[in-house]
């Protein structure tokens, strides 16, 4: 990809994305476990890459990712309630469904990036553990909003948003942050951010404006996690406070500290593995226990998932608080194949 | 005579009762070498803390390039040209020699607004430093979007931030060590990769902050053969810290000594040297017996 023109660099591999996965949506369109389950992955991956933006790269913490989505997932779902009856005219149905989900997510990314500043601009000049408590009593604040509010529903939440999401789109979203994500890194609004978690004393001495990175990392991190959660308000029949809980946020937090902080495929492989792995007890115990004892055992999965995050959580940090990839890359390992690995470029 | 890069005036920092610094004087022009030096505690570091904006002075004015700067963050002093390095090394760790060093060569040239021209615009007056903010903000913005669509405007500043770099590591003698990651590196090679990391913001007034601790007797003596070279190349004004006497008294040009967070004197390093007073402050701390150096009066 090195030899590419210039210009075509940028785009090209969005192009080429939307190429194999508009091939793919062909193929996969006709099996609907099978996208309901991707979707549940991508959505998770979404968050996870995102949040690293912010616990990884930059070095700071925060674990109130689920409120961000939150806010994406109202006011994308709220948005998309409003235009049910719309169409528009001229382009087959489908088409229009895709570009009306398309607005929805950049309205609710929109939403939950300036939600993700008005939060971090005072919260960012802080340091390390007060970021953690403001964004956590954010979450749960979110939450006590929507559950109070008639036109989010209150605690019963928005139902009837129409289920355009698409493997195509799910997944569209998820290349977008994971080249956004690895575009920063390369870059030196990245080498900032890097510099921020390893000693924000120094960057700052070294000119780096520390509090105006940070808050734009958490902005873009927040972003996505609104785009997160617009789609998942498209596949998930009803949307409540339920959904968007502390749980949801620590799952993530999970998931980027198990990959290992800074580490972009470790938070894509532990996202897929962590949602999977649940989804994979579910019906192995629905196989072998039969009807009755295994719909038991099943719903048992997810009572214990917590606790297993938890442990998780404990072994990691005793056996390798780095995480498994550490701050390595998948690609790394071969960086001609996946682009330009950050070590061949140098 | 050439203006002044750098000026301390009446410069006092308390902590609680402890007056680390007061009635700090400095004055450093383009081409000036000086020495702060002092027994342990005497408040050099705090000095250099005061002088980059780390702390806010009790008392009296920090001046960088003419402009107060007291109030003002690190980073915005840093960007008038005021560059340091820590005494207990502050490296990038995880990052390599070179991005350590890229870290801090930002880039000159903006999307829309240069650098200059944002500092203009700050300077005229306090009025359009709102419109020097937005310019500012416009500019990164822009930026973050370039980086995101790799343009080719992009591309050419990343190429040129990686020359820039190079070339710094090849001043500081690192170059073969560019891709090693910065905590790998020997004590020396740490010590000479913090003064390329503050070259690379571009300073007119570099501060070092005991450069030569930690290092061999044959490195110290190169590096003070390189801190002057570095002056006449980059045409800086240079204030070292250093604990080995010896070593400041063979480079620096006036130095000024601190002693309980007072100035006890100041002046050409033989007027310092046998001033009665820094004696008393060195023997106090039985220093100059543990450096192995002369003692009162005795000859150079
Ligand atoms: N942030 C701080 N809070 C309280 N005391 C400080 C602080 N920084 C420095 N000091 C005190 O100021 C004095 C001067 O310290 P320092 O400037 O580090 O000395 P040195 O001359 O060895 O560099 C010491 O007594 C130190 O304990
Ligand atoms: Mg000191």
């Known amino acids: 990809m090195a030899s590419l023109p210039a210009p075509l660099r940028g785009v090209f591999p969005v192009l080429l994305a939307l190429l194999l996965l508009g091939a793919l949506q062909v193929v996969v369109g006709q099996l609907p476990f099978f996208v309901y389950l991707s979707s549940v992955v991508g959505v998770n991956v979404i968050l996870a890459v995102s949040l690293n933006i912010v616990n990884g790269m930059t070095g700071q913490f925060s674990i109130g990712h689920a409120g961000f989505m939150a806010v994406g997932a109202y006011v994308g779902g709220k948005l998309a309630l409003e235009m049910k009856d719309l169409a528009i005219s001229g382009i087959p149905h489908g088409v229009s469904d895709q570009l009306q989900l398309l607005a929805s997510l950049a309205v609710g990314g929109a939403a939950a990036g300036v939600a993700g500043f008005l939060v971090g601009l005072p919260s960012l000049r802080l340091r390390g553990d007060y970021l953690a408590i403001v964004t956590l009593g954010f979450g749960e604040m979110i939450r006590v909003i929507v559950s109070n509010l008639e036109v989010f529903g209150r605690a019963l939440g928005l139902s009837g948003i129409p289920q355009t999401s698409s493997f195509m789109m799910i997944w569209m979203c998820v290349f977008v942050v994971v080249l956004v994500a690895r575009r920063i890194q390369d870059s030196a609004h990245g080498r900032s951010l890097l510099a921020i978690r390893e000693d924000e004393v120094a960057a700052e001495a070294m000119g780096v404006d520390t509090t105006a990175y940070k808050v734009r990392a958490f902005v873009i991190s927040s972003f996505f996690a609104g785009v997160a959660g617009a789609l998942f308000a498209h596949f998930v029949p009803i949307i409540n406070p339920g959904s968007f809980t502390f749980v949801k946020s620590i799952e993530v937090v999970t998931m980027v500290v198990a990959g290992g902080l800074g580490s972009i495929s470790g938070s894509i492989v532990a996202a897929v593995v962590l949602t999977l792995l649940p989804e994979v007890l579910r019906s192995l115990f629905l196989q072998v226990g039969g009807l009755e004892g295994g719909a038991a055992l099943a719903q048992k999965v997810d009572q214990i998932r917590m606790p297993v995050y938890g442990i998780l959580l404990v072994i990691l940090m005793l056996s390798r608080p780095q995480g498994v990839f550490g701050s390595r890359e998948l690609w790394d390992a071969f960086p001609r194949w996946w682009g330009r690995g950050r070590r061949a470029e140098e | ?300």
């Open chain 2, 1 to 300: 005579m050439s203006t002044s890069l750098l000026q301390a005036q009446g410069v006092a920092i308390h902590f609680g009762g402890l007056k680390a610094l007061s009635g700090f004087e400095l004055d450093i022009h383009q081409g000036d070498l000086k020495g702060l030096i002092g027994p342990n505690g005497a408040g050099k570091t705090t000095a250099f803390n005061v002088l980059t904006g780390v702390y806010l002075p009790t008392a009296g004015t920090v001046r960088v390039a003419g402009e107060v700067v007291n109030g003002l963050k690190p980073h915005q002093i840093n960007r008038l040209g005021l560059a340091r390095t820590f005494q207990n090394i502050r490296l990038f760790k995880t990052l390599t020699a070179l991005d350590n060093v890229r870290v801090a060569c930002l880039a000159d040239t903006y999307p829309f607004f240069s650098r200059a021209r944002i500092e203009a615009a700050r300077r005229r007056s306090s009025k359009r430093s709102g419109a020097a903010a937005a310019m500012a903000a416009l500019n990164n913005y822009v930026d973050w979007w370039r980086a995101m669509l790799l343009t080719p405007g992009f591309q050419r500043e990343e190429r040129a931030l990686t020359v820039k770099a190079d070339a710094l590591l090849d001043v500081m003698g690192l170059l073969p060590r560019r891709s090693e990651e910065a905590r790998n590196l020997p004590y020396g090679e740490q010590r000479r990769l913090e003064i390329a990391r503050a070259l690379a913001t571009g300073p007119r007034v570099l501060l070092l902050d005991e450069p030569a601790a930690g290092m061999n007797t044959r490195e110290k003596a190169d590096l003070m053969v390189l801190i002057r070279e570095l002056r006449t190349r980059f045409n800086l004004g240079i204030l070292v810290i250093e604990h080995d006497m010896k070593l400041v008294m063979g480079i620096c040009e006036e130095i000024t000594v601190l002693d309980y967070g007072e100035t006890i004197a100041r002046g050409n390093p033989e007027r310092v040297r046998t001033d009665p007073k820094v004696i008393e402050a060195y023997l106090g701390d039985s220093y100059l017996a543990a450096q192995g150096m002369s003692v009162p009066g005795g000859s150079p």
